[in-house]
Every structure is written in C-alpha cells, then in structure tokens.
C-alpha cells in the first residue's frame, strides 16, 4: 500500500524558512516522480513543484519559484521542499503526492502557518 | 486554466449527478496515448483521492456509479446514483504539461 507521510510544518514569522519532509513506503520511490501541493485552508489546490525520478526534471509554480527548493533522497525513500523567505500567502496545508501515469496518491497533509 | 461548473452541486440522493471541467488549452493526448485529465474527491476533513485518471478510467475500489468522459477541452464527472458518501469537493486536474492545474472545484452536499 502506497503510503506518504508529511512532516516539518509549524508556525513560521514572514521571512523565515521552513523545511518539509515526505516520507514515503510501500512502493519503488526511486521509480516516481513526486509533487508538492497546497491548499489554503478553506481554498482550492495548488501545484507547487514536481521532481522527476533521478532528479533530473524539476519545475516550479511561479509563486514559489526562487524561494521554494524540491529535492529527494533515494536512499531513504524521502521527498524535501526547502522554502525560504516565506510569506503570509504561503499558509497552506502542504500534500506530498506520487506520479503515476495512472493518477497522484497523496499523503495526509502538513500545515504551514506563515505570521506576519 | 481549467474552469469547472457548478461549483456548487446538491442532489437529492439516489439522483444523478454531473460537473464539466474545461480546459483553456487543448488536452491533446500524449505521445503514450493517454490524455492526463483526471477527477480527484476530498472528503471533508481528508486528503484528496483518486477517483479518474486518463478522462474514464476509474481507480482502484472506486464504484462504477462514477464515469468520466471527455477531449480535447470539455471534461465531464457522472455520478449515476449519488450516495451520501459521496459528499465532499470534486477537482479535475490536468497533467498534461508544466504547471499542472486545478479546477477551483466543486462541492457536492446532498439535499
């Protein structure tokens, strides 16, 4: 069973930096390309950033883009999003969520809360 | 962009349901012939799941009361019978190029 756990976020004052883990379990993570997603609280979705598998493709939202790093450790079966310079706009509960031709698993959330 | 309609849907349970999903640009299918339109469900209080990937093709556990259909740039959901389960906010999404993309969804409640 595909599994995503999310950890790392918190409460941040605006300009702080925060870093967010994705462990996943229970498929062949180096095989996958993976996504970051948020969702303001009472929002809609919002793709942040993907890295292909191998690292060797990585996009971003324009929101996020030069604040916000993707990166993966194979050997230990986790995703990162490192995210600098944060803003208030950025409070959003962050998914973690695994590529497949046949559609995204995601994993239960991570709230980021940016204060001003 | 992908716009959806409605974006509020109540329905009486046992009736049918149904939400469009349009698509600024040409949903053309990939080079391994799968176009990359697919419907995710967030129930209150939970991450989003799968419900369609690739316009009609349903997940895993997903019952056949759901169906997808669609090119190019019109997109639409059936729901055959809804159940109260199926509550919560349906969202198409599109992964056919960089940035992927939500419709703003659509929240379905039962009357």
């Known amino acids: 069973e595909v599994q995503l756990e999310e950890s790392g976020g918190g409460l941040v004052k605006r300009g702080g930096s925060l870093r967010l883990s994705c462990a996943a379990s229970?498929?062949?993570?180096?095989?996958?390309?993976m996504h970051w997603v948020r969702q303001v609280p009472g929002k809609g979705l919002e793709w942040v950033s993907f890295?292909?598998?191998?690292?060797?493709?990585?996009y971003y939202a324009d929101s996020v883009k030069g604040r916000f790093t993707v990166s993966r450790d194979d050997a230990r079966d986790s995703l990162y999003l490192q995210m600098n310079g944060l803003r208030v706009e950025d409070t959003a509960v962050y998914f973690c969520?695994?590529?497949?031709?046949?559609?995204?698993?995601w994993g239960q959330g991570s709230l980021v809360t940016v204060s001003s | 962009v992908m716009t959806q309609t409605p974006l509020s849907l109540p329905v009486t349970s046992g009736e049918p349901a149904s939400i469009s999903c349009r698509s600024g640009?040409?949903?053309?299918?990939?080079?391994?012939?799968?176009?990359?339109l697919d419907w995710y469900l967030q129930k209150p209080g939970q991450s989003p799941q799968l419900l369609i990937h690739t316009v009609s093709s349903r997940a895993s556990g997903v019952p056949d009361r759901f169906s997808g259909s669609g090119s190019g740039t019109n997109f639409t959901l059936k729901i055959s019978r809804v159940e109260a389960e199926d509550v919560g906010i349906y969202y198409c999404m599109q992964r056919k190029e960089f940035p992927y993309s939500f419709g703003q969804g659509t929240s379905l409640e039962i009357k």
């Open positions: 229970g498929f062949t993570f180096t095989s996958y390309g």
């Open positions: 890295i292909s598998s191998g690292s060797r493709y990585i």
């Open positions: 640009q040409s949903l053309l299918p990939s080079d391994d012939g799968y176009t990359y």
């Open positions: 969520a695994r590529e497949g031709i046949f559609g995204l698993r």
